[in-house]
């Protein structure tokens, strides 16, 4: 299993903001198969996490077109910075679940 690991500052996050997010979410789910997304803030800190089975899926998305227009228009309103980190999860441990 792989994560995506998105830090972004962020600059303005309006309503067309969060509509875009969810189309994401919706087409990173339904055609690439995301297997979870999970997002948090800390002041203007942004980070998102999203899990998949393999690094193929995770190429194919960034290589979506509507998400790379919508990347285009994240560096031009929304977001001051970002990077993105990819890593494989080699274990997990939980409790409680």
Avoid: P
Wanted: charged share 30%; hydrophobic share 40%.
């Amino acid at each position: 299993m792989f994560v995506v690991i998105l830090k972004a500052t962020v600059a303005d996050l309006d309503q067309d903001y969060m509509e875009a997010l969810e189309q994401m979410k919706k087409l990173a789910f339904e055609e690439y198969g995301c297997l979870e997304f999970t997002a948090m803030m800390d002041g203007n800190k942004r980070m998102a996490l999203s899990y998949w089975e393999s690094e193929e899926q995770i190429r194919k998305w960034k290589e979506n077109s509507e998400h790379l227009n919508t990347q285009k228009i994240a560096k031009q309103r929304w977001y001051q910075s970002y990077s993105v980190q990819i890593a494989q999860i080699t274990r997990e441990y939980s409790f409680n679940t």
